[in-house]
T-cell receptor
């Protein structure tokens, strides 16, 4: 079975500061990796995903995540956050196509002006 | 193109009552998933439809939960009778079957409160 650990339940950060949200996973087989974001009063939106190929993946709003197989990690980073990045971020894995996602508990990012 | 929609957005019921949640997936998406997030915990898988067939219902908590997807379009999730521990946010997601890794698109969720 797979599991996902997001060690930080809450991360406060000042506007324009860098941020890293940590995600580690456990699996005996290869996985696909995802970061979803939930803005206040909205549903889950896909932020970025790693399926294969380049281990560094980017989103359109400046976030990036790097798949590290040896450390079984998929940390999410942004060099300079904005107030609008305040949201809850979920890391998730699946073992192949068309199968359920396994989620971490989520990290609530609060950007402070 | 419309996204995944869920109805209602909120539901408050008393213990012992019945509630039915509805999910309309993105048109053309054969895969439909139900997930639930209980307060303070992770989002957990409930079940997976491929068209109208239940592919995997290993996450359904007990027989008080009944999911259907007649005709392979929208899906309903009925809780009967509801218990206090059923409170949480129920998410629906859909994806295309492209023969490889799929991307699941989520609805806004239904927040269920059982009093």
């Amino acid at each position: 079975a797979q599991s996902v650990t997001q060690l930080d339940s809450q991360v406060p950060v000042f506007e324009e500061a860098p941020v890293e949200l940590r995600c580690n996973y456990s699996s005996s087989v290869s996985v696909y990796l995802f970061w979803y974001v939930q803005y206040p009063n909205q549903g889950l939106q896909l932020l970025l995903k790693y399926l294969s190929g380049s281990t560094l993946v980017e989103s359109i709003n400046g976030f990036e995540a790097e798949f590290n197989k040896s450390q079984t990690s998929f940390h999410l980073r942004k060099p300079s956050v904005h107030i609008s990045d305040t949201a809850e971020y979920f890391c998730a894995v699946s073992v192949r196509g068309n199968t359920p996602l396994v989620f971490g508990k989520g990290t609530r990012l609060s950007v402070i002006a | 193109e419309a996204g995944v929609t869920q109805f209602p957005s909120h539901s408050v019921i008393e213990k012992g009552q019945t509630v039915t949640l509805r999910c309309d997936p993105i048109s053309g998406h054969d895969n439909l998933y139900w997930y639930r997030r209980v307060m303070g915990k992770e989002i957990k898988f409930l079940l997976h439809f491929v068209k109208e067939s239940k592919q995997d219902e290993s996450g359904m908590p007990n027989n008080r939960f009944l999911a259907e997807r007649t005709g392979g379009t929208y899906s309903t999730l009925k809780v009967q009778p509801a218990e206090l521990e059923d409170s949480g946010v129920y998410f629906c997601a859909s994806s295309q079957d492209l023969g490889g890794p799929d991307t699941q698109y989520f609805g806004p969720g239904t927040r269920l409160t059982v009093l």
